[in-house]
């Protein structure tokens, strides 16, 4: 619902976030709803006497409206 805020209200082309190593679960999550690995920011953490790493990952625009946060879905003729 916010990317889609973001998107459709706001009107922004960008939307990115940063997801830490220890959280495998959420990266699929962002993934699931359209969001793309940029790159991974290296010891971005201390955490518990450890360095994390972060990846980072956007979703543009044009692609929140190809899929509405469902790309592996066919689109409804309707939303075209």
Not at 32 to 57: C, N, P, S
Request: charged share 25%.
């Amino acid at each position: 619902m916010i990317v889609g805020y973001g998107f459709e209200t706001l009107g922004l082309d960008r939307i990115s976030l940063e997801v830490y190593a220890f959280n495998p679960r959420a990266r699929r999550v962002y993934e699931k709803v359209g969001f793309v690995a940029e790159g991974v920011l290296r010891h971005a953490l201390r955490w518990d006497g450890e360095r994390i790493d972060a990846t980072v990952m956007s979703i543009l625009a044009h692609e929140w409206a190809a899929h509405r946060g469902h790309p592996g879905l066919p689109r409804h003729p309707a939303q075209h």
